[in-house]
């Protein structure tokens, strides 16, 4: 049965460490930092406040947050106090010896329950394993610097780590925050042991007098799409650390060897003397050898980790781009490149190193999955899995979801179909990418045709003869509120957020949006909605009935686990504020509200202005369109008649092309 963890012990005050603890006291667990001696927790706590002062400062947190996070965090020298931990997290110095006998002492102090976790980046979960009794509660979870910033979470079972832990510390990694990829247990797991290879190859280039570090540093910036190349990165981490960690990889063959500049560097304690990148363009035959080597080792490493099934070609990915913050992950590299560009690199680099050519290289190898199905008999729940693009909707995604539904409605033995969302997004929209390409080329048809199609799988969703719940879990925008509205009922999470935001980006909510939100909430309140572009938080959506049910995000995995059972929907009991506004709204025109025309009676003066100024920076044909649209009340295909008019004007490229940023619409 799955574990529910509330308190989390962390051992190791320090970067790593500290920075663990401030990030699970944040999310709401109780914390307690130990370390060997209290100087070095004291160090650790100082370092936390310290960034969350700098939080206040720069106004990320308020005060009032920082204080409760702090009140959710202690600090320990006594490796006794952690005996009623739900979880512990090993965060010491990469030495096998140190945290073998670590486990070794925790084993002796924490019940039987307690899961115990190494963070290692270097060593063999198994191994570790061997250190502790009852090995099954033993798993790694390896976080990425800055661990109270980076989402990136590498899951890693050992052999004996039982299916139970394994779910429940799935289940801590999205009440913590964090996006989790999984992980066989192989030394460097899926990241490191790519990144670090390709971090040993930059020194490799150095010596070989191949190009500068600022060169190579530079070609790798816009190769990879990253802020720093691999010598600027190697010093921000600690040179050391990558030579530790290349070491470990050392056995997979002649390519891992650590290059002696890197091992030269390390033993200097000294980091990198990289001078100002070049602003001169690079020599072209020179640029082509540093990317040929660079892009060669990352195909040949991620041709092994999927040839030995490390992780998926979609976890692969997405570790580079959450983790690494790389802008083009491996797969999207490989797939950009073409398989006779793959084969022609990895064999020039399996040939340079002696290494056998993996058999992975073939297109099959690189799918990636957008859409989960988990079927948890008699329950199904389909997440939308694309949080390093906050699962905003594209063709392929679309093509997913249907599928994955109709493989759930199909299967006699689902009663319930949960949609819900992976990161900090339910779905914050559709592509906007896809509109903006597809205007400048003229080619309308095409967005024409792939909102026609996103209505046809929305419309299987809402038809559906099964039960189809929206768990919203964060950002439900646009197209992603206009999916859950095709729900039969919506769940959300306490950071769930609602808006149809399409309006002020100079377009209309085509899949859906301004008829079944009338639907499910009134006209008035439709109009409110589309009209203002207003982000609404999981209270008012309640209050206004947009959602049925609030639950924690611990309550909702355990519902769509079929461990809990759903809430009872209740009447919509509407305050005085909202029955105001839904009047407002359903007694005004658009063109009243422009003009200020407002008969107002009860609703305050102030608020009718300041609703009028609001949507006065809305596109004017995106207004016009959706208000007919509402009162037409023709249903979610209308919404098609409009788009070639929507898409073709200049409102539509100004606001899709300026997203976040003030702009004058002019109405045409």
Known sequence: MMKMINTVGVVGAGTMGAALAQKFAQEGFQVILADRAMQYVDKGLANIKATLA????????????????????????????????????EAIFENFDAKAELFHTLGEILSPECIVATNTSSFSVTDLAKNINLPERFIGLHFFYHAAKNRLVEIIPGEKTSAETTESVRVFSVLAGKDAIFCLDRYGFAVNRFFVPWLNESARLLQEGVASMEEIDMVCMKLFGIGMGPFALMNATGVPVAYHAEKTLEAFGKLYEVAPALKAQAESNQIWPIGELPTEPIDPKKEKIIADRMLAVVFFVSSQLLEEKVSSATDLNRGAKIGLRWRFGPVDLMRTAGIKEVNRLVNFIAQLYGMPVPDSIQETSWKMDMVRLEKKYPVAVITMDQPEYMNALNEDMFCELSEKFMDAENDPAVNTIFITGSGKAFVAGADIKFFVKNIKANKIVDIET???????????????????????????????????????????????????????????????????????????????????????GVNEAIEIGLVDAVVGIQEGMQMMSGMLALPEIKPVLRNEKWKLMEGFFNKHSLTDLLSKKFTLQTFPQEEAEKISKTISFKAPIALKIADQLIEAAKGPASELTYLKEIFSSSDALLGLSSIGKKVQFEGK
């Open 450 to 536: 792939f909102t026609a199609y996103g209505q046809q799988v929305f419309e299987k969703i809402d038809k559906s003869k099964k039960k189809v719940v929206a768990m919203v879990n964060g950002l439900a925008l646009g197209g992603g509120l206009e999916l859950a509205l095709c729900a039969d009922m919506i769940v959300a999470m306490p950071k769930a957020q609602f808006a149809f935001p399409e309006t002020g980006i100079g377009i209309y909510p085509g899949l859906g949006g301004t008829q079944r939100s009338v639907q499910k909430i009134g006209k008035g309140l439709s109009k409110f909605m589309i009209h203002t572009g207003k982000m609404i």
């Open 54 to 89: 700098d939080g206040v400062a720069k106004k990320v947190f308020a005060q009032a947050q920082v204080d409760q996070y702090l009140n959710n965090l202690r600090g320990t020298d006594q490796l006794a106090e952690l005996k009623n931990c739900d979880l512990v997290v």
